[in-house]
């Protein structure tokens, strides 16, 4: 025979203002099992949580039905007092009467109708609560951060920190990611190389970083705390362990006319490269689309050259298992392709250049040293027009209905900079708005405006028309003075809308985690749990969760490092024990719940049974792993036969519920 | 040989001739028959996307029932295209429409956007194959650098016409290609060429098609083509520039050695 409790909140007016909360005791306390039924002012407070526990123990309860808040804010507490008083957590069950009641309905008499209601479908589902006893499981205290720009490097520096050793997977030849093409850093101007690769250095040498640069992550198994991750180690034709990163082999190796990858193509480099001079690892890598020996059989130079006999043209592929106990993910953003946008004349005229573009024009380690010239006839411009939203803030297919959040600053950055140093140069701006919230960031922006004279025009850009003497007419909007423009420019910069790298839809299936439309990762509390996804033990780093800056990455890559580190710190976790669980006797082996489970937690397993003739039988069931499960219950309302059952929300329980609602 | 229904439109029986004439000998030489339906009305002119009234809708529909058993319809001029197809595209997205127009006239069933309609560029790309087009020509455009023309018509709206990226089309571009020639590609190739301004405003219909002619031949264009004859008419007689304007059906005939035979 059951014994429970039931405890109404008035939560001060928030409830008691629309239910009335002693008619709600009042009507449960004829509810089955409920030996006592009281209200309360503050539930929550610990004079409301005393009264529970002396409840729990005078009256010996089995159950405990609490109407109050979400279970979301309050859940935890009421447990954790039941399990004070000797109860078992897990036969505690919150009744919603103030997000799902009182806050949102006005009238007090069905407010309060609809609160017994909530609290009969409470009493009913405890009265078949049953005890459940959470499990544990070990922690591997290594982690994982994929992607090693300025998110990973940092996730990874701090998790070095605090004493674990932590992996880098890095997809190119080296650390450093977008920031290190960039050539200075809003709102404060300082080079981005220089506060950049004393980081990558750093990672380089800490002794419990290990980098693994041109590799990929490949497979992904287990569960939090004890992930197994194949990581794909692709050829790069270089012995790591033998190459000093002398450069000789890049200087020396004729197959000269390779797009610049780090300098967005606008010059060459050779098929045996180091992206660039402050490379972490400092190590060449062959491009096999490129390089004469591995394509054609003949050169070698390379090989000829290395006085250390790095060079291996037979290396291949290869593949490492590591065990972790946390994936940070780090796999930042691109620019998007600009196919779509060819009233900018990008395709065709080279004078039309992306902001990341202008960045390695700009850098003085790019293809003009440092001076700004026209990528056509490295002439000096006069004359440049930025245009901001390219792609951004799209309400059609096109583009991208987000704001991508740093192009307003960076833009402001290229103006003044190029106003600094070329004050004969004309910079005109064309914008939606001007979005510059941050510190010192607005500031910033008034500064290219006011001190340095930039033209900020309010209206788009329709069309860009390069004409046959090598100067662009810009024809655009002014929407303040309402005026059709045009402007005889010499460059075009775009500031292009950003996206995640393509690599991270991929990953996200392989981590079981979840994305939004445009692929950036979800996730688990878009305000209360910025850094972790849904899925345990997979944390988030950088722009691969939304468009940020760099201040902002690097505070999110340090939360994410120090929520991994919680979790690392742990020898074992508490598994939640509201899983699934498969009736075996029941199961048809049919897989329906293996192909909806989003979290890989179902396997199955051929098994003895014993039949009813005693003769023994092999049968392919299903087996819920429980440290896997998410308690999501997608495989209970898929299994066909009603084998798939989870604890705590058991088939039987939810029936129940319904029925106390219907009756 | 593929069957089509070839719908010219009342211009290229007029002003177009040449479009017409250049279009059908090319077909035929590139196993297309192209079977002109009975009796054929008006297109539908401008009125069909401007308005929700049935009436405007009954001629277009008209003429792409009468394509419902062949291969598809195939149209020319870009104007006429443009009209037809997004009518199709339109009713097969509005039962309602559908069901007025089948009560307009008196059909048995409603017509709900069964005909698949070609643009004469999409039939060459789609049915024909750009790459059999380029083994069947007798006299390429060698060392000719053409400009294409789009105009406003023949791509946009994107969504119902479905032929090429409005922003960035190669179709005419291939097709260049196609008949050894080499595409110039300039600004102004997808832009307004002044339309039907020039009726009431010389002046602006000037600096349009000047700005296209301008656009192209600062490009290195020697000559530049289209599909529309409104656009032909604007470049030619409004622009002020003599780079010389050509259909592309025309120089598709020529390259194929077939000029001479239509002009007989």
Request: proline share 4%; with cysteine; net charge neutral.
């Amino acid at each position: 025979m059951q014994r429970i409790g039931v405890f109404v909140c008035h939560c001060g007016t928030n409830i008691a203002a629309t239910v009335d909360v002693k008619a709600v005791a009042e009507a449960l306390s004829h509810e089955q099992g409920v030996v006592i039924s009281q209200d309360y002012q503050y539930m929550c407070s610990e004079s409301g949580q005393d009264l529970i526990k002396n409840a729990v123990k005078e009256h010996k309860l089995t159950g405990v039905v609490v109407c109050s808040c979400s279970p979301r804010m309050h859940e935890n507490t009421f447990r954790k007092a039941a399990a004070s008083a000797g109860l078992n957590p897990y036969l505690v069950e919150i009744a919603n009467i103030r997000e799902q009641c009182s806050w949102i309905h006005k009238d007090i008499a069905s407010a309060t109708d609809k609160a017994i209601i909530l609290g009969k479908a409470a009493v009913a589902k405890v009265n078949l609560n049953t005890p459940l006893t959470a499990g544990e499981s070990p922690v591997v205290k290594r982690a994982l951060v994929i992607g090693g720009g300025i998110a990973g490097i940092q996730t990874a520096l701090d998790i070095a920190e605090a004493g674990f050793d932590v992996d880098i997977v890095e997809k190119e030849p080296t650390i450093g990611g977008k920031m290190a093409q960039i050539d200075k850093t809003f709102p404060t101007l300082d080079c981005a190389a220089c506060i950049l690769t004393p980081k990558m250095v750093e990672a380089a040498q800490n002794e419990h970083i290990t980098i693994h640069s041109f590799s990929e992550v490949s497979a992904v198994k287990g569960f939090v705390g004890n992930f197994t991750v194949t990581i794909k180690k692709k050829a790069r034709f270089v012995d790591e362990t033998k190459c000093t990163g002398c450069g000789l082999c890049t200087e020396k190796c004729p197959m000269k006319k390779v797009p610049n990858e780090f300098n967005m193509g606008l010059d060459n480099r050779t098929a045996v490269y180091i992206p660039f001079a402050q490379a972490v690892p400092k190590v060449a890598t062959i491009d096999p689309n490129y390089c004469l020996m591995l394509k054609n059989g003949k050169c070698g130079v390379c090989s000829k050259v290395c006085s250390v006999g790095a060079i291996d043209y037979k290396q291949t592929d290869k593949f490492i298992e590591q065990k972790y106990g946390a994936i940070v993910v780090a796999t930042g953003f691109n620019p998007i392709k600009l196919d779509k946008y060819d009233e900018f004349a990008y395709s065709y005229c080279p004078d039309v250049v992306t902001s990341l573009e202008l960045e390695r024009l700009m850098n003085a380690a790019g293809p003009n040293g440092g001076t700004l010239l026209r990528p056509s006839d490295k002439t000096h411009p006069h004359t440049i027009v930025f245009v901001q939203c390219v792609g951004s803030r799209c309400d059609d297919s096109k583009g991208k209905q987000y704001c991508s959040k740093i192009c307003c600053m960076y833009t402001a950055k290229h103006a003044m900079l190029i106003r600094e140093k070329y004050p004969d140069t004309e910079v005109y701006v064309f914008y939606i708005d001007v979005r510059t919230p941050g510190k010192n960031f607005d500031e910033f922006y008034r500064r290219a405006v006011e001190q340095y004279n930039v033209h900020y025009i309010k209206g788009m850009v329709g069309k860009v028309s390069p004409k046959a003497d090598g100067k662009i007419d810009v024809q655009a909007s002014d929407l303040l003075s309402n005026e059709q423009l045009h402007i005889n420019a010499d460059m075009v910069v775009l500031a292009t809308a950003i996206e995640p790298d393509k690599s991270a839809r991929p990953l996200a299936t392989m981590l079981t985690t979840q994305m939004d439309t445009n692929d950036f990762f979800t996730e688990a509390h878009p305000k209360l749990r910025p850094v972790e996804s849904a899925t345990a033990g997979i944390f988030l780093s950088g722009a691969c969760q939304g468009p940020k800056d760099i201040p902002e990455t690097v505070a999110q890559a340090s939360a994410a490092a120090a929520k991994a580190i919680g979790l690392l710190c742990k020898n074992s976790i508490t598994c939640n024990p509201c899983v699934a669980h498969s009736n075996e006797l029941m199961c048809n082996g049919c897989s329906a719940c293996e192909k909806v489970c989003p979290y890989g937690a179902i396997t199955y397993q051929d098994k003895e049974f014993r039949m009813p003739d005693r003769t023994t039988a092999i049968r392919r069931v299903a087996s819920v792993n429980p440290a896997v499960c998410q308690g999501c219950g997608a495989c209970t309302v898929a299994c066909p036969s009603g084998a798939m059952d989870l604890n705590g929300f058991s088939n039987s329980q939810i029936m129940a519920e319904v029925d106390a609602i219907c009756k | 040989m593929q069957t089509f229904t070839y719908y010219p439109g009342c211009t290229l029986r007029t002003k177009a001739k040449d479009l017409d004439a250049y279009a059908r000998s090319s077909a035929e030489a590139l196993g297309i028959a192209l079977v002109e339906p009975e009796n054929w009305q008006c297109c539908g002119g401008a009125y069909t996307t401007a308005t929700n009234e049935p009436a405007t809708k009954l001629s277009a529909v008209r003429t792409l029932m009468s394509a419902k058993d062949s291969e598809g319809l195939v149209t020319v001029c870009s104007a006429c295209h443009n009209v037809i197809k997004q009518t199709n595209y339109d009713i097969s997205r509005n039962q309602a429409m559908a069901n007025k127009v089948k009560l307009y006239l008196g059909l048995d069933e409603a017509y709900t956007g069964e005909t698949t309609v070609y643009h004469y560029l999409e039939l060459l790309r789609d049915v024909v194959g750009f790459d059999n087009l380029k083994s069947k020509v007798i006299k390429p455009f060698k060392d000719k650098k053409i400009a294409a023309y789009y105009g406003c018509l023949l791509l946009r709206p994107s969504k119902a016409l479905a032929m090429d990226d409005p922003e960035n089309p190669s179709i005419m571009e291939d097709f260049i290609r196609a008949i050894g020639g080499t595409p110039v590609i300039y600004a102004q190739r997808n832009e307004c060429c002044g339309g039907y301004i020039t009726m009431e405003d010389k002046e602006q219909a000037h600096k349009r098609s000047n700005a296209v002619m301008d656009s192209a031949q600062s490009m290195g264009a020697d000559m530049i083509i289209t599909a529309c004859p409104l656009c032909l008419y604007n470049l030619k007689k409004n622009s002020g520039s003599d780079m010389p304007v050509y259909y592309f059906t025309e120089l598709l005939a020529e390259a194929l050695g077939l000029k001479e035979v239509a002009n007989e």
